[in-house]
């Protein structure tokens, strides 16, 4: 599974023992106390977290990996977004005591990130100018939603 990140948060969990994985993306972090949303960080860890252990992983076992973060857009420099969203992930990683095994957040370069969900090994490469239209595009899209929310329909998916 792969994603494409700039100011968006990817977590990936694995199960090491049971060789289960899945990635999420996380737009904003903290949560809307009006509605559930996956866009939303708290939303996305629980059906990650919940997901991965209704197929058979030990939440003791879970290690987490994560990247992101990144400030692409010139014009949402001052609302470090990116580094909010990691800050939400490692308090989030730490008070629920799943180690961060690795970590990439910040710079100003949107990320490919490849995980693979029965070794846990995840692969992260700066992506050239090619991808920025989609990450610009995604953004600002994002930076919109948080003002029109769209309430969550049930299903999840893990890359």
Not at 57 to 79: E, H, L, S, T, Y
Not at 83 to 94: G, K, P, S, T
Not at 95 to 104: D, F, H, N, Y
Request: include cysteine.
């Amino acid at each position: 599974m792969d994603t494409v990140l700039g100011s968006c948060v990817a977590v990936c969990l694995h199960d090491p023992v049971h060789r289960i994985g899945g990635m999420n993306h996380i737009l904003l972090p903290g949560k809307n106390l009006n509605r559930v949303n996956t866009r939303y960080g708290i939303y996305a860890m629980e059906l990650l977290i919940n997901e991965l252990m209704k197929r058979g992983a030990d939440r003791k076992r879970m290690i987490a990996k994560a990247f992101g973060g990144a400030c692409v857009i010139p014009g949402m420099q001052q609302m470090l977004i990116g580094d909010h969203n990691a800050q939400f992930v490692r308090e989030f990683l730490l008070t629920e005591r799943i180690p961060l095994v690795a970590q990439r957040f910040g710079g100003k370069q949107a990320v490919l990130v490849r995980f693979r969900t029965d070794t846990g090994k995840a692969i992260v490469h700066s992506v050239d100018g090619s991808y920025l239209p989609r990450v610009v595009s995604e953004e600002k899209s994002y930076e919109k939603a948080h003002l029109a929310d769209v309430l969550y329909t049930g299903e999840i998916t893990l890359f």
